[in-house]
């Protein structure tokens, strides 16, 4: 059975800082996907990066990208100059032969 | 970016009635559809796959004459609620995915808020 593991359950952070949401997932299977994605209080769910295991670099978009360390088997999100609007739910997910599993989430919250 | 819309957003209805919820992909087509259940302050846990053409994989404890799902098309699926009872007040999200060769990243409409009175 695979799992993903957030560990941070909220976190607040000063507008224009880095941000760091952290993600460890466990999988016998050696191919999967890593997602991040975003759920602001609307509800919506908004897909933000992925990275393949077998991906040699991490992966990058814009201010979003992805610290992959495989042999520690994590997969944190950085998000770089963080932004009033960056203030939302962040769900790690894995997908691999056994299906998507999400983690249960970090509320991260930016304060001016 | 892909796009997946999903109708209505927001849903009363009294105990008893039958809701139906649609998950198009705008822009692309979905060889697979996904829905999904959410509790407040809670992650997303999967109801059920479905597939174009075929019926419905439902995830354990998930009723399938509970929860309908038809797959008619490669742009729609939808969620039929049977029955609603206050215990199914929830947030009900579909996503859409293009399969391996579009990396498997599933694309989400923007949830459906059901309230059973």
Redesign the interface.
């Known amino acids: 059975a695979q799992k993903i593991t957030q560990t941070q359950p909220g976190m607040f952070v000063q507008e224009k800082e880095a941000v760091t949401l952290d993600c460890t997932y466990d999988t016998s299977d050696p191919s999967y ?1 890593l ?1 991040w ?1 975003k759920q602001p209080s ?6 933000l990066i ?1 990275q ?1 295991s077998y991906d040699q670099q991490n992966a990058t978009e814009g201010r979003y990208s992805l610290n992959f360390q495989k042999a520690r088997k994590s997969a944190n999100l950085v998000i770089s100059a963080s932004q009033l609007g960056d203030s939302a739910m962040y ?1 790690c997910a894995m ?1 691999s032969a056994d ?2 599993t ?4 970090t509320h991260l919250i930016i304060q001016p | 970016g892909a796009v997946v819309s999903q109708h209505p957003s927001r849903v009363i209805c009294k105990s008893g009635t039958s809701v139906k919820i649609e998950c198009r992909s705008l822009d692309f087509q979905a060889t697979t559809m996904f829905w999904y259940r959410q509790f407040p302050k809670q992650s997303l846990m999967l109801m059920a796959t479905s597939n174009e053409g075929s019926k419905a994989t439902y995830e354990q404890g998930v009723e399938k004459d509970k929860f309908l799902i038809n797959h008619a098309s490669l742009t729609l699926s939808t969620l039929t609620v049977t029955s609603a009872h206050p215990e199914d007040s929830s947030f009900y999200i579909c996503s859409a995915s293009a399969g391996p060769q579009a990396k498997n990243i599933q694309y989400f409409g923007a949830g459906t808020r059901l309230s059973v009175l």
């Open positions: 996907g997602f994605y609307s509800g919506e769910m908004i897909f992925y393949g769900f997908k299906g998507l999400f983690g249960k989430g």
